[in-house]
């Protein structure tokens, strides 16, 4: 089993910065892929950034590119996600998730926190 508890979240202007963080624990071994995820009120769920736990395979969609920025803590078990020039569009429900592999699915999920930006 493992464990990702997100913080982070809360209400920002557009334009201003947040910083998510995804802390794991159990099995982290297995959490050889961490994923950043978002859903928007009554839009499907966004794949929006993924890191591994040497660092690899970085990946931005690009929704976020060049304002969102991953990294990871490994000896703190925790990955980050820094955002900054934050958009009213930003607004979601972020999740991290985990996966054994690059390319498989993500088997655990956080609980999500959420993100507002206003204008």
């Known amino acids: 089993q493992v464990q990702l508890v997100e913080s982070g979240g809360g209400l920002v202007q557009a334009g201003g910065s947040l910083r998510l963080s995804c802390a794991a624990s159990?099995?982290?071994?297995?959490?050889?892929?961490i994923g950043w995820f978002r859903q928007a009120p009554g839009k499907g769920r966004e794949f929006i950034s993924r890191?591994?736990?040497?660092?690899?395979?970085?990946y931005y969609a690009d929704s976020v590119k060049g304002r969102f920025t991953i990294s990871r803590d490994s000896a703190k078990n925790t990955v980050y996600l820094q955002m900054n020039s934050l958009k009213p569009e930003d607004t979601a429900v972020y999740y991290c998730?985990?996966?054994?592999?690059?390319?498989?699915?993500?088997?655990?999920w956080g609980q999500g926190t959420q993100v507002t930006v206003s204008l």
């Open positions: 159990g099995r982290t071994f297995s959490t050889a892929v």
């Open positions: 890191i591994t736990w040497n660092g690899d395979f970085l």
């Open positions: 998730a985990s996966a054994p592999r690059v390319g498989s699915g993500y088997d655990y």
